[in-house]
């Protein structure tokens, strides 16, 4: 069987798979679950076309890999086949382990475990199955590799997965504002003592890359539709978990149904190997054939929410810079209360505040120019904008989202 295939990407044209073992990867039901999960949750709610799914962004990711990798050889890096084979592994598994819709309810249906640990069992579930061929692939993943620039590509403030999406979700939400020039980036890095760094010739680029990833940040990820969808979604989850905790009966998949009877530890996941089964099952689709069977359920709020969401019929939402005060929450408790003659302790599945939060540079975590000089600068220190040093800073909104019905 020929398993050198080539995808063709709307982003990037011609994507090749480089190895066999790579193809058997992606064919796995693991890795093929990605294709049901969509890359930016209810984003679609606010940009249409914005449907694509983890599934292209790790083969996108994967791919850039090999390009940077290339880079790196021409510029005089000794990578193995075996390291580029690894890295290659690394990148395309990163985002296994992500739940249903992605990051929207990463801590809902899994309070406590994050998406990374997950994706790292997966990997050591798929390591046994291909005879330990992802050992130095999971050594990249985790960061204990000697050599350390493997792990900045997988995960930095400049890594390969960062770099796939911003490109891939500007190509498919429409926002051309974000756009990034990859292929330029990629051309500036270089390995500086075993380091990854940027040629100083690169620093426009790092600039333009980190005001885009702020930008996305307002205008998409956190966008006030998208922030108000993804909590009444949260909601809808922790009725179900309630209700079917409290023994009612709800039409659910299997998969599902485990996840909205009790939470589990990271503990579970690593002493039940079904249950990682059965996690390597969910996806988008269990969610929205739940709710379509959850719209016509005896249980009021669970139906409304399921119908609002099916008909995106979206809580109103209002961005502040300054705290809800309580007494603004207490009085849509009311208001919410008097218009659906509920129970006030039922009232906070009808409405959500808190808190996002935009960091668009880390500090901790450099991005290092190598400059001509030979002195390694962070990026904040390489530029001669301020701005760069003033988005280091964490900037935070608050939100409140109710029924648009319901009046202050």
């Not at 909590?231 to 599902?256: C, F, H, P, W, Y």
Request: net charge neutral.
């Amino acid at each position: 069987m020929n398993k050198k295939k080539i995808i063709n990407d709307p982003v990037y044209g011609f994507i090749t798979i480089p190895s066999e073992l790579i193809f058997d990867l992606i064919s796995h039901p693991y890795f093929q679950r990605l294709r049901h999960i969509k890359q930016l949750g209810l984003t679609e709610f606010v940009y249409p076309a914005a449907h694509h799914s983890r599934f292209q962004h790790a083969l996108g990711a994967m791919h850039l890999m090999g390009k940077v990798l290339d880079t790196l050889r021409l510029k005089g890096a000794e990578i193995s086949a075996e390291e580029y084979e690894a890295a290659q592994v690394a990148v395309l598994l990163h985002d296994m382990g992500h739940g249903p819709f992605s990051h929207a309810l990463e801590y809902t249906l899994l309070p406590g475990v994050k998406h990374e640990s997950l994706s790292y069992l997966f990997m050591e579930n798929l390591n046994e199955k291909f005879s330990g061929a992802l050992d130095l692939a999971m050594k990249i993943f985790r960061n204990s590799y000697e050599r350390k620039f493997f792990h900045q590509l997988v995960s930095s403030q400049l890594d390969i997965d960062r770099l796939d999406y911003l490109k891939r979700d500007c190509f498919f939400t429409g926002v051309h504002e974000g756009n990034i020039g990859v292929e330029r980036i990629i051309a500036m890095l270089r390995i500086h003592q075993e380091q990854l760094v940027v040629e100083e010739k690169g620093i426009l680029n790092i600039e333009n890359f980190l005001n885009a990833r702020r930008f996305m940040y307002w205008q998409v990820y956190l966008h006030k539709v998208s922030v108000s969808s993804e909590r009444m979604l949260v909601n809808t989850i922790r009725r179900a978990q309630t209700l079917m905790r409290a023994g009612e009966t709800l039409d659910a998949s299997k998969s599902l149904t485990s996840f909205l009877q009790r939470d589990y530890t990271l503990a579970d996941f690593q002493n039940d190997p079904l249950l990682l089964q059965s996690f390597g099952k969910l996806d988008d689709s269990d969610i929205w054939g739940a709710m379509k069977c959850w719209r016509d359920h005896p249980d009021e709020i669970l139906s409304m929410l399921s119908e609002m969401l099916l008909t995106r019929n979206l809580f109103q939402v209002r961005l502040s810079n300054d705290p809800i005060r309580k007494d603004t929450i207490e009085k849509i408790r009311e208001a919410i209360a008097q218009e659906y003659k509920t129970l006030r302790a039922e009232t906070s599945y009808l409405y959500s505040y808190g808190t996002v939060t935009n960091e668009a540079y880390a500090e901790g975590q450099q991005i290092n120019i190598l400059m001509k000089s030979g002195e390694l600068l962070d990026i904040a220190r390489a530029s001669d904008l301020p701005n760069i040093t003033a988005i280091s800073k964490i900037v935070k909104k608050n939100y409140l989202c109710w029924p648009k019905n319901v009046s202050l």
